[in-house]
């Protein structure tokens, strides 16, 4: 498949749009639906990350492959940050301390197969791949 590209500004209230491109890809690829589940999931989770602790930012996404494999790749102009080294947050020691948030990476980590970070010309790279 041809290389699909949607650029826009970090901010959250944007999601709806990163959503709806990202359903119109995995309609178009005929995805199954765990696997059109796995990139909404991490799309949103990353463009989240960006929009709150990037912004102001520009971010372009990137999605290309075909049914049986996808990479996804963000480049933002957000200041330098590697997901990929965050650390995973502490076990909670019981449900009332789990709390909101600081779980996303550690979903986009299980639902992708693989995940690697640049920082390339003053932007940040995040390539997800799946399958």
């Known amino acids: 498949m041809k290389p699909l590209t949607l650029a826009l500004p970090a901010e959250l209230a944007r999601a709806a749009e990163l959503a709806a491109w990202v359903e119109g890809a995995v309609t178009a690829w005929n995805l199954p639906s765990a696997r059109a589940h796995a990139l909404h999931l991490c799309a949103e989770e990353i463009f989240a ?14 999605l290309e492959g075909d049914a049986t494999r996808q990479v996804m790749v963000f480049t933002d102009t957000g200041p330098p940050f590697d997901p990929t080294s965050a650390p995973p947050p502490p ?25 690697a970070h640049a920082r390339e010309d003053g932007r940040n790279r995040l390539e997800l791949t799946f399958g």
């Open 49 to 62: 990350n960006i929009a709150m602790h990037a912004a102001p930012a520009e971010v372009t996404v990137t």
């Open 91 to 115: 076990p909670p020691t019981d449900f009332d301390s789990i709390g909101i948030g600081g779980r996303g990476l550690l979903l986009v980590r299980r639902f992708a197969g693989t995940m």
